[in-house]
C-alpha cells in the first residue's frame, strides 16, 4: 500500500499519534496494524517518552474495523483479522507509560476497542461509543467482549453488545467507560497537560504501577499484593531515593 495512516508528532516526552484515514472514518486496516506494531516496536525502547496519546483525524476517533476488508474473509481469515488485531492491542499494556486515548468522534467497533485497549480515555462531548458488530452480523473480534465486562459489568455490557446501541460521552463517564469530559477544542490541550503531568512523575514509578495494576487485576488478589510487595522495594536507593531526598529537601526531584 503507498499511505500511511499513522501521524506521530514527539511533544517534549510525549508522544500524539493521530490515526488519520478520515476517508473511511479511521476505519482499522491491514496497513493501520502494521503500521500501529511497527509503531509500538520504534518506541518501546525510546526512554525520553513517558506517555502516548492516541486521537484520530476528523469525526471519527475510529469507526471500526474495515468493513470493505473483511466483507469477504472466510471464517479462518476472520480468526487471523481477530489474532492479529489483539495481538497488537495487547502490546499497549507492554509499554513502559501510559497510554491514553483521546477519543474525538465515533468510536465504533474495532475504534471502541481501540480505546478500551488503552490505559484510560478521555472524550470529547461530541464522542460517542458503541459496538455495533451486531448490525453486520459478527461479534467484536478485538476483545471487546473481554474489556468492556472488566471497565464497566458484566450487564452494561450485554446491553450494549446485543443492543448496539451507540451512547454519548456523558453516558459513557457514567458507566467509567471514560474517565472524564471535555469540550471538543479543549480535548487535545487537557490531554495532553494530564500526559505532562505524568511524564514529570518518576518514570521506574509510574512503568511499575502501570505494570502491578494491569498485572494484578488479572490475578487472584494475594498473588497480587506479592506482586505489589516484589516491585515496592525496586525504586528504593535509585529513583525513589531521589523523590524522597528531594521532598525532604524541598525541591523538585530530578530523575
Ligand atoms: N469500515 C469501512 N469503511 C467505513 C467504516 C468501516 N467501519 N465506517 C465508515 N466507513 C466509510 C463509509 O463507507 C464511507 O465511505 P464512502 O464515502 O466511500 O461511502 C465513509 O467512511 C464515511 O462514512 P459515512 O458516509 O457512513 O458517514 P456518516 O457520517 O453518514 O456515518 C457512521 C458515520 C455512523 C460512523 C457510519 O459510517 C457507520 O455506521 N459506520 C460503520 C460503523 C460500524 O459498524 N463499525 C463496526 C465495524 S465492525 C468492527 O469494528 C468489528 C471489530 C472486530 C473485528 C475483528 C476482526 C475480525
Redesign the pocket.
Same mark, same amino acid.
Request: hydrophobic share 45%; glycine share 22%.
Given at each position: 500500500m503507498d499511505y500511511t495512516i499513522l501521524r506521530p508528532e514527539q511533544k517534549g516526552p510525549v508522544m500524539l499519534l493521530t490515526i488519520s484515514r478520515p *476517508?473511511? +472514518?479511521n476505519?482499522?486496516?491491514s496497513v493501520f496494524f502494521n503500521e500501529m506494531d511497527d509503531f509500538i516496536t520504534s518506541i518501546s525502547g525510546n526512554s525520553e517518552i513517558r506517555a502516548l496519546i492516541i486521537t484520530g483525524e476528523g469525526?471519527?476517533f475510529v469507526?471500526?474495523?474495515?468493513?470493505? %476488508? $473483511?466483507v469477504n $474473509?472466510s471464517p479462518d481469515e476472520?480468526?487471523a /483479522? *481477530?489474532a492479529r488485531?489483539q495481538a497488537v492491542f495487547n502490546r499497549f499494556a507492554t509499554l513502559p507509560f501510559p497510554v491514553i486515548a483521546a477519543i474525538n468522534g /465515533?468510536a +465504533?467497533?474495532?475504534?471502541m %476497542?481501540l480505546a478500551m485497549a488503552c490505559d484510560f480515555r478521555i472524550a470529547s462531548a461530541t464522542a460517542?461509543f458503541?459496538? @455495533? %458488530?451486531v448490525?453486520?452480523g +459478527?461479534? @467484536?473480534?478485538?476483545a471487546?467482549t473481554q474489556r468492556l465486562p472488566r471497565l464497566t459489568n458484566l450487564a452494561d455490557a450485554l446491553w450494549l453488545l446485543t443492543t448496539a446501541e451507540?451512547i454519548d460521552a456523558n453516558t459513557a463517564l457514567q458507566m467509567r467507560l471514560v474517565q472524564k469530559v471535555t469540550e471538543p477544542e479543549a480535548l487535545i490541550p487537557e490531554t495532553m497537560k494530564m500526559a505532562e503531568n505524568i511524564a514529570a512523575k518518576g518514570p521506574m514509578a509510574v512503568k511499575l504501577v502501570k505494570e502491578v495494576t494491569r498485572k494484578g487485576v488479572e490475578m487472584h488478589y494475594q498473588e497480587g499484593e506479592l506482586l505489589e510487595q516484589k516491585h515496592f522495594g525496586d525504586p528504593f536507593g535509585n529513583e525513589g531515593l531521589e523523590g524522597m531526598k528531594a521532598f525532604l529537601e524541598k525541591r523538585k526531584p530530578n530523575w
Open positions: *476517508s473511511a +472514518l476505519a482499522l486496516n469525526k471519527a469507526a471500526g474495523a474495515d468493513i470493505a %476488508e $473483511m $474473509m476472520g480468526r /483479522f *481477530s488485531g /465515533f +465504533l467497533g474495532g475504534g %476497542e460517542r458503541g459496538q @455495533p %458488530e448490525n453486520l +459478527l461479534i @467484536p473480534g478485538y471487546g451507540v
